[in-house]
């Protein structure tokens, strides 16, 4: 029961700020309902008992990516001196789309029993995530601190200052 | 509340995050459209990986999690760079590449 009203509550804030970021006009609440939204979706994964999940959610997405877009919006307004229009174009066919998706998918998910009850996971699922990223998956791992490091050179060489 | 509700879920939202890179004029509207589908995409493994008792799902999550703040870090230094280049961050105005 308790599960309900949180999985209710939480699926409201999500869908709410997601349709917040799509709609809004102004691109800095935009962001700001894209962090409630990633912080809705910390929520979800506490609710799935996935504790470490939420955490590096709420650190990474709602912390790292947020930010990230904040100090974007602000270096191309100071550029350009004034705000940067945030509207929608094509709106009808766009929804069309995207319901159509959604409809698509809703129906598949719909017409397939799926698992009603959970499975028991690991009895600490930090631990076995830190476990599996440094054997089973230690080439996976190694790869993506490659590709962060890769990012982090790439970034740093494309906002370099002009000469 | 059942894997269907969440898969459900999960739809809606990258339903919504479709739309947003479908119609948005600006570059940076469409990465966050793009960070919303890609936040859907999570909900749905981390629920899948619950409700079937394997934990790859989850190791499969924080990797999804690392590359989406990669890809946003780089989206948007791109973003700047265009910026620089062509004064402007409307999608439709960057069509350098038009024949």
Known sequence: ?163 | MGLQAYLTLAAVVFGIGLFGVLTRRNTIGILLGIELMLNAVNINLVAFARFSGSDVGMIFTVFAICITVAEAAMGLAIVILLFRIRRTVMADHLDLLKG
């Open chain 1, 1 to 163: 029961m308790a599960e309900s009203i949180a999985f209710w509550f939480l699926s409201v804030v999500l869908v709410g700020s997601a349709l917040a970021v799509v709609l809004s006009k102004n691109l800095f609440h935009s962001v700001l309902f894209l962090a409630l939204a990633l912080t809705g979706t910390a929520g979800v994964f506490l609710l799935l008992e996935a504790e470490f999940l939420a955490a590096v959610q709420l650190l990474l997405y709602a912390g790292g990516v947020v930010t990230i877009v904040v100090f974007a919006i602000v270096v191309t307004e100071r550029l350009v001196g004034e705000r940067i229009s945030h509207t929608n174009r094509s709106i009808t066919a766009g929804a069309v789309i995207s319901l159509a998706l959604v409809g698509l998918v809703v129906n598949a998910i719909a017409q397939r029993p799926l698992a009603m009850t959970r499975q028991p996971l690991s009895e600490d699922m930090t631990r076995t995530l830190g476990e599996a990223v440094l054997t089973k998956f230690v080439l996976p791992f190694e790869l993506l601190g490659l590709l962060m490091l890769a990012a982090m050179l790439g970034a740093v060489y494309f906002a370099r200052p002009e000469d």
